[in-house]
């Protein structure tokens, strides 16, 4: 069939609306017809062409509703509604155990532009065009999806606000509950106060944490963590950063949780840590980094990647859902809607900083 997707080509700033084609669903793909998908980090890094082959079509925060089932597929029914999430095998020893996010297959599935087998379901007058970005492509008025991929949720819930809940979200909220098990009593200080960093604010106050130190340099992103449950805010800028969050115990805080890719900031998470402390990052630091910090990890303080939040979006996305039906979970105040055709505009304002989530609005749930 003939959709509208976003394509990934060239030197153009932003992703260009096309008409492509898109091919009929394989075993175990669903056609999913987008409602919204969110524009994250990771979308504006591979637009130029980091990892991930070119043209492509990129998004990997959608959702939407089953519009057309391949052979083999059960648990879906067309009409349900679904959060899109991150592509794994289901074969290998972490998929069987659960532990999605670290498949062995990652790095192929999300950045190869592919199916498993090399195959694409996009094409645009016979030109091959790259598919399953992260297992969904959700630039995109439609998508083929891995039923492994989805996540069914209620119909009475707003579709166009879910599709951020299985990567930023996800990876903040998962990132303090699940890998850090942030609990209790402790104290935990979050590095950049972006859309992951803000959704690890507002799950440490979820999950009871006694100091929520929230640390980023724009002044309007630490005013909001304040709202949304940071116990402190601390402005990288200031030269005794580091000295202010040690104080806030007097001790240095329990765990943090990294949202950036700043060396210099992956070093304040290391030097603000309490001893027997863990520090926790989603994204490696850029260029060479800081290996005299490493004398840090001697007074038992453990350093550890996080993907995905280390979450299982099957189990993990409804709770978070449910909490933000009690109010507890305001996850809604990190999003800025914008319509498909603004998709230029929405990645100018998430690079420059104007807006923590955009979301394009691409169709009706009905
Ligand atoms: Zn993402
Ligand atoms: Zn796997």
């Known amino acids: 069939m003939q959709i509208t997707?976003?394509?990934?080509?060239?030197?153009s700033a932003a992703p260009v609306l096309e008409t492509l084609e898109l091919e009929e669903?394989?075993?175990?793909e669903m056609r999913i017809r987008l409602v919204a998908t969110g524009i994250c980090h990771t979308d504006l890094h591979e637009h130029p062409g980091r990892r991930a082959p070119h043209?492509?079509?990129?998004?990997?925060?959608?959702?939407?509703?089953?519009?057309?089932?391949?052979d083999g597929v059960r648990g879906f029914a067309v009409g349900d509604h679904v959060i899109l999430s991150g592509s794994s095998c289901g074969d290998c020893r972490n998929c069987r155990e659960g532990r999605v996010t670290y498949c062995d297959l990652t790095m192929p599935l999300c950045f190869g532009g592919q199916r498993r087998d090399g195959s694409t379901a996009l094409s645009c007058g016979g030109e091959t065009v790259?598919?399953?970005?992260?297992?969904?492509?959700s630039f995109a008025t439609h998508a083929l999806v891995s039923e492994r991929t989805?996540?069914?949720?209620?119909?009475?819930?707003?579709?166009?606000?879910?599709?951020?809940?299985?990567?930023?979200?996800?990876?903040?909220?998962?990132?303090?509950?699940?890998?850090?098990?942030v609990g209790f009593g402790a104290s935990v200080a979050i590095l950049g106060a972006g859309g992951v960093g803000l959704s690890a604010v507002m799950a440490a106050r979820l999950i009871g944490a006694?100091?929520?130190?929230?640390v980023d340099i724009n002044p309007a992103r630490l005013e909001l963590a304040l709202e949304l449950g940071a116990t402190h805010a601390i402005n990288s800028a200031d030269p005794d950063a580091?000295?202010?969050?040690?104080?806030?115990?007097?001790?240095?805080?329990?765990?943090?949780?990294?949202?950036?890719?700043?060396?210099?900031?992956?070093?304040?998470?290391l030097d603000v840590l309490a001893m027997n402390g863990t520090a926790g990052f989603v994204a490696a630091p850029l260029g060479a980094w800081a290996p005299a910090m490493f004398p840090m990890l001697g007074g038992g303080r453990q350093l550890r990647g996080i993907l995905g939040g280390d979450a299982n979006p099957g189990l993990f996305l409804p709770r978070l859902?449910?909490?933000?039906?009690?109010?507890?979970?305001?996850?809604?105040?990190?999003?800025?809607?914008?319509?498909?055709?603004?998709?230029?505009?929405?990645f100018d304002d998430i690079h420059h900083g104007r807006v923590i989530k955009p979301v394009l609005l691409i169709g009706d749930a009905a």
């Open 321 to 346: 859902i449910e909490y933000w039906r009690q109010g507890r979970f305001p996850f809604d105040r990190l999003l800025t809607f914008y319509r498909f055709d603004e998709i230029a505009r929405a």
């Open 5 to 11: 997707a976003a394509v990934s080509r060239g030197p």
């Open 55 to 70: 043209p492509i079509v990129l998004g990997h925060e959608g959702a939407g509703v089953v519009d057309a089932l391949g």
């Open 130 to 137: 790259h598919s399953h970005f992260c297992g969904q492509s």
């Open 210 to 214: 006694e100091q929520i130190v929230a």
């Open 25 to 28: 669903p394989r075993a175990g």
């Open 242 to 269: 580091t000295t202010q969050v040690r104080a806030v115990t007097g001790r240095g805080v329990d765990f943090t949780f990294n949202t950036t890719n700043v060396g210099e900031v992956h070093t304040m998470a």
């Open 150 to 181: 989805a996540v069914k949720v209620d119909k009475d819930l707003p579709l166009e606000m879910l599709g951020p809940l299985a990567c930023g979200v996800i990876t903040g909220a998962g990132g303090i509950i699940e890998a850090l098990k």
